[in-house]
């Protein structure tokens, strides 16, 4: 697939790098904490964490786009999502998306989550317009709301988003982050923070109505399981269900606490995550990001050195692009990952 500009948004696709570092050598930063031998099997001793972009105010989101060539990610603050390619380097891809209303709105106004459904078009989160929405990237079109309400009711803030590869499904996680008054804002509709499922006919359902703050997503390597991480201080776990045949979430169980994990930074949560092809979860929050077996020991922790919000495995599948704070960060890995919408 040959990625086109769409046409309607030339007025806010911008190709021109702003002023951030880029440099063919990147700097490193953070280390990797090792605590179990089986870690080396997916990291190598060696492995580096670079810094390849910095300046930014949040960053979130990252996704790789294979036939590009190039990783997406955005800054939820100011309103873009950026590209970065190994050639090209950074640039601005899309300007004030996420919330189309009178500013100001809230304190991350701007698209969160995206990824790529299985026909490889782009998937956002758009926090302030309370929508999930879909941006063809081979075609000359603009963004269009996939949902922006169920049963009626507004969403909070789609937060994160995940294309099942086989069963046709779109799940999305809907906390309050993206409302000024998050819980107490008096635009919210919905009572709860919920994990939805559009399946392939367009019909919504919320499959879990009992989290206090679902999150990020991600699904095992055989597609079977779906793994919900829940930014809460009071419960800092990750979820999985079960996934029935045509979709829908079945049994759940904690897979992973992060409780007793030590703190580095302050406001460290459960955020964003990612699975490799042995089924390992990759993880941001306490600590950076948690490298956990299917089985659920944890086998070392990536710090960075600021918050990690979320990740994506990129280049070949063994690059894992993280987004920390202000820095877009990435290391090589041993590991294979999973690429969205695969």
């Not at 026909?119 to 989160?125: A, E, Q």
């Not at 089985?295 to 994506?312: F, K, M, P, R, S």
Request: aromatic share 8%.
């Amino acid at each position: 697939m040959r990625f086109l500009l769409p046409a309607l948004l030339l007025s806010s696709l911008v190709t021109t790098p702003p002023a951030v570092a880029q440099s063919a050598r990147f700097t490193t930063t953070g280390r990797v904490v090792r605590l179990a031998p089986a870690l080396d099997q997916v990291l190598a001793p060696d492995a580096q964490i670079e810094i390849v972009a910095a300046g930014f105010s949040h960053l979130e989101g990252p996704v790789w786009v294979p036939d590009s060539s190039m990783l997406l990610f955005t800054d939820s603050k100011t309103r873009t999502i950026y590209r970065w390619t190994a050639v090209g380097g950074l640039s601005k891809f899309l300007e004030n998306t996420g919330y189309t209303g009178r500013l100001p709105y809230s304190d991350e106004p701007g698209s969160n989550g995206l990824a790529l459904d299985t026909k490889g078009n782009l998937l956002l989160c758009d926090h302030g317009d309370r929508r999930l929405a879909r941006l063809p990237l081979a075609e000359k079109s603009g963004k269009i709301t996939v949902s922006d309400h169920y049963r009626g009711q507004r969403y909070n803030s789609p937060n994160d988003v995940l294309a099942h590869p086989t069963n046709g499904s779109l799940y999305f996680t809907d906390p309050p982050y993206g409302l000024p008054g998050q819980e107490r804002d008096p635009r919210r509709q919905t009572p709860v923070a919920g994990v939805y499922r559009l399946d392939a006919r367009g019909r919504v359902s919320r499959e879990v109505a009992d989290l206090t703050r679902p999150n990020g997503l991600a699904h095992s390597p055989d597609g079977r399981t779906l793994y919900v991480s829940v930014s809460d201080s009071l419960r800092p776990v990750i979820m999985a269900y079960a996934l029935g045949p045509k979709g829908q979430l079945g049994k759940s169980r904690v897979f992973f606490d992060m409780a007793p994990l030590p703190k580095v930074r302050f406001r460290e949560v459960p955020d964003g995550l990612k699975t490799d092809r042995a089924g390992n979860v990759w993880a941001t929050g306490v600590g950076g990001i948690s490298i956990i077996s299917p089985a659920g020991q944890l086998l070392g922790t990536i710090d960075t050195g600021e918050v990690a919000a979320n990740c994506a495995w990129g280049d070949d599948g063994r690059t894992l692009y993280i987004a920390s704070g202000t820095w877009l960060c990435r290391l090589k890995t041993k590991a294979e990952g999973i690429l969205s919408g695969q």
